[in-house]
């Protein structure tokens, strides 16, 4: 097991990605924020919150989006799968999007945030924004406009961001 970041490191890359956001989006009128669950809420939330801190008197529309439906693999586990919340009660019609999640690896869970996407408009604009970008793990064209921490690793290798919020602690290793 090896740590890639540990708490203090997160909470600056975070305000980075915070900082990058402004510098695109300014005030955020026309912008929307959306986390993919079930992790990247936690991402995404704390952006939020750091957003609005740094933005005092900006309305920022923030939403979670629950993929489980939209999944290219959804019917082919024999597993029972149980959906997080979704929680959009905005349009996104002709918004700039930006979906947030923690981990970007084979591409698949944003094709499937793509699609579940639409049921709320059609966007002018999508971005996405993560943690960490596991570039030569990608079985779809997919690749980040904003990354926390970009990382080579092995297909037998994992890596997992704990949150404070549901761990106990911040951190993101990675486990052989």
């Avoid at 529309?61 to 999944?71: A, E, Q, V, W």
């Avoid at 929680?87 to 999007?97: A, P, R």
Wanted: with cysteine.
């Amino acid at each position: 097991m090896k740590t890639i970041l540990n708490g203090k490191q997160m909470a600056i890359t975070i305000d980075r990605l915070c900082h990058q956001l402004i510098e695109n989006h300014l005030q955020f009128e026309n912008t929307v924020l959306i986390g993919l669950q079930p992790r990247g809420i936690y991402l995404s939330g704390r952006m939020h919150q750091a957003l609005m801190k740094l933005l005092p008197g900006a309305h920022i529309d923030y939403g979670k989006l629950d993929i489980t439906f939209y999944r290219d693999d959804f019917n082919q586990s024999k597993t029972l799968h149980v959906p997080s919340e979704t929680s959009i009660d905005f349009s996104i019609e002709n918004k700039k999007v930006v979906l947030i999640d923690d981990v970007l690896y084979t591409g698949r869970t944003i094709r499937s945030a793509l699609d579940a996407m639409l049921d709320f408009g059609r966007p002018a604009s999508v971005e996405l924004l993560t943690l960490i970008d596991r570039r030569f793990s990608r079985q779809l064209p997919i690749q980040p406009d904003y990354t926390g921490r970009t990382i080579d690793a092995l297909i037998s290798q994992k890596v997992r961001v704990l949150w404070q919020e549901r761990d106990g602690k911040d951190e993101v290793i990675l486990i052989d």
